[in-house]
């Protein structure tokens, strides 16, 4: 097995581990207890950076890359950590909002990166359907919205669906 980064199956310990030490530490060092007093902010801004981390993961998995272990999305739980460091420069509700802010943008930019990334390579459109002119396909029988008033038969020998009009192929799936 090659001893490179990421191949071990303990690997993403590190990335998770730099979402939830951070929380750990940020909730047990809190002074207005920003965990007790509005959990719900809290665990959003963790989990969207939780998330982000997640989605990284799985896209280094699928695409077989190295995955770095710095992220854009750190910044957010940095911050926290270093209005703490610095003895609370800023109000740390002020802080958490900005965090979850700044958290949210970034999982919304690297998701939209990734789907449009996938979409060109796939060569098709994002969100949309290319519109068929009517009766340019059909389905074949016993298929799901066979098309009202197209009659079909079947080739004996290749056992292929057709229509009997002749004009409208049964594409094959």
């Keep these: 097995m090659d001893?490179?980064?990421?191949t071990s199956v303990l690997s993403p310990i590190i990335p998770f581990s730099m979402v939830?030490?951070?929380a750990f530490i940020i909730y047990r060092k809190s002074v207005e207890h920003v965990y007790e007093n509005h959990p719900v902010l809290y665990i959003l801004a963790f989990g969207m950076v939780a998330a982000k981390v997640t989605n990284r993961l799985v896209v280094a998995h699928m695409s077989k890359s190295e995955l770095e272990y710095?992220?854009?999305s750190l910044i957010g739980p940095a911050?926290?950590?270093l209005n703490q460091y610095f003895n609370f420069f800023i109000q740390e509700y002020i802080?958490?909002?900005l965090c979850l802010v700044w958290v949210t943008l970034d999982l919304l930019r690297y998701c939209s990166?990734?789907?449009l990334e996938i979409c060109d390579y796939l060569k098709i459109?994002?969100?949309?359907i290319p519109v068929r002119p009517p009766g340019s396909y059909a389905l074949a029988p016993g298929e799901k919205n066979v098309l009202p008033g197209i009659k079909y038969s079947r080739d004996p020998v290749t056992g292929k669906w057709?229509?009997?009009t002749g004009t409208l192929p049964i594409p094959n799936y």
């Excluded at 001893?3 to 990421?6: D, F």
């Excluded at 459109?125 to 949309?128: C, I, N, T, V």
Aim: net charge negative; hydrophobic share 60%; proline share 4%.
């Design 3 to 6: 001893a490179g980064l990421g």
């Design 70 to 72: 710095l992220d854009s």
């Design 20 to 22: 939830v030490v951070p």
């Design 125 to 128: 459109e994002l969100f949309r």
């Design 95 to 97: 802080v958490l909002w």
């Design 162 to 164: 057709f229509s009997i």
């Design 113 to 115: 990166q990734v789907c």
């Design 79 to 81: 911050m926290l950590f």
